[in-house]
């Protein structure tokens, strides 16, 4: 099995510096930036274990938040490289009514060889009956140039169940049926009945200490897609916090030569003072 270790710790200080450290070869402007990456990757993962909303009566904020972002860089030199990644977010509640947009992709290439192209854009809507019962319909693209499947893509719909919904515990499921067309990297394509399931646990141990377990699994006759997330998050004070996580993804039929499994494990540290 693929294993792969990152450390994202981060020392976050604010120093008096005078005007002049600011700019050219010795000055910080480039690590602030690197620094800021770095702090914003970090807690962006924390608060994946620190969702306030997985307890809440519905499932997103009421009224219209998004966000999005674009990252650009190359290199040349002893290396020629070049990256772009971008990604953005838009949810919309309006009653028993909630409405989510999401969509990212990343490039990249290293002396003129492609090495990164990937794409992936969802959206899902539920209507909520009460506190615990839901209806969702969902549409997902993805498309990564790298992958046994270099597109794939599923649109279906279903119920959910907030089995536990307290702000110490938190279990929500949903399932239901869908269509998902496939086309792997030789070209084959397919078409085909499909099933989505979901499972989103939260258990917070104190007010120090929670535990997050995210499954997904979609699965049609042309092979099955599983992944799950598990997450120990602890919160110090107010300026350390900790995630450690471990991610499987799991496909039931890759191409020759391709692992059927991957596994990262991952810490994220934020500390400031």
């Known amino acids: 099995m ?37 702090t914003d990757d970090a807690r962006d993962d924390l608060a994946r274990g620190d969702d306030s909303e997985r307890f809440s009566p519905n499932g997103v904020v009421q009224g219209l938040r998004g966000s999005a972002a674009l990252t ?108 998902r067309y496939i086309e792997d990297q030789l070209g084959n394509d397919e078409t085909e009945a499909a099933g989505i399931a979901s499972s989103r646990f939260f258990y917070g141990i104190n007010d120090t200490v929670s535990l997050t377990n995210d499954t997904d699994i979609l699965s049609s006759s042309a092979d099955t897609v599983v992944t799950n997330d598990f997450g120990v998050n602890f919160k110090m004070s107010d300026t350390f916090s900790t995630r450690i996580s471990y991610r499987t993804d799991y496909s039931s039929d890759p191409l020759p030569g391709l692992r059927s499994t991957d596994n990262t494990v991952g810490v994220s540290l934020v500390v400031g003072f």
């Open 72 to 179: 650009a860089s190359g290199a040349s030199g002893n290396t020629d490289t070049g990256e772009l990644s971008f990604a953005g977010r838009l949810t919309y509640g309006v009653g028993d009514w909630n409405h989510l947009i999401g969509f990212a992709g990343e490039y990249g290439e290293a002396n003129g060889v492609q090495n990164e192209e990937e794409f992936f854009a969802i959206y899902e809507g539920s209507r909520y009956f009460n506190q615990q019962l839901y209806a969702f319909g969902t549409g997902r693209f993805e498309y990564d140039g790298f992958d046994t499947n270099e597109r794939d893509a599923f649109l279906g719909g279903g119920l959910g169940y907030r089995i536990v919904n307290t702000s110490q515990m938190a279990w929500r499921v949903q399932a239901g049926p869908g269509v």
């Open 2 to 38: 693929k294993k792969i270790m990152t450390l994202a710790a981060v020392l976050a200080t604010t120093v008096a510096l005078p005007v002049f450290a600011q700019d050219g070869l010795i000055g910080i402007d480039r690590l602030d930036d690197r620094i800021d990456d770095i």
